[in-house]
């Protein structure tokens, strides 16, 4: 099994400059160079980061005459949700445990004075 063939949503966004180029083109698609532009890092460093993108999922590239453009697939990151999800529901129940309880010690110390 190829390097590639196991990218998924969660090695993009594993990545800083990866998240930051997420969110460049969350709402508009934008050419490379501007993409690029928008980093202090090399241009073949900023396409090597659009092309896991791509790899993972979260990018299309669509060429328009000269230009290619980037857009976010963000569908993909249902998956991320759907797994952080389980986690808040944990984390969520622990809250209220240590709620609850806090609030029992403070009733208990309340009808101590």
Known sequence: MSIEARRDV???????TRRQ???????QAM???????????SRP?????????????MVVVRQEGRERFCEARLDTL???SSWVDQ????????F????????????NNQSDQ
């Open 31 to 41: 050419n490379l160079n501007a993409i690029a532009d928008q980093f202090s890092i």
């Open 96 to 107: 209220d445990s240590l709620d609850n309880y806090l609030n029992r010690i403070q009733n």
């Open 45 to 57: 460093a900023v396409s090597q980061h659009i092309k896991i993108l791509i790899e993972c999922g």
């Open 78 to 80: 249902k998956e991320v």
């Open 87 to 94: 986690y808040r529901q944990f984390w969520n129940t622990q």
């Open 21 to 27: 180029i997420i969110n460049l083109i969350a709402f």
């Open 10 to 16: 969660f090695q993009a966004i594993a990545d800083p």
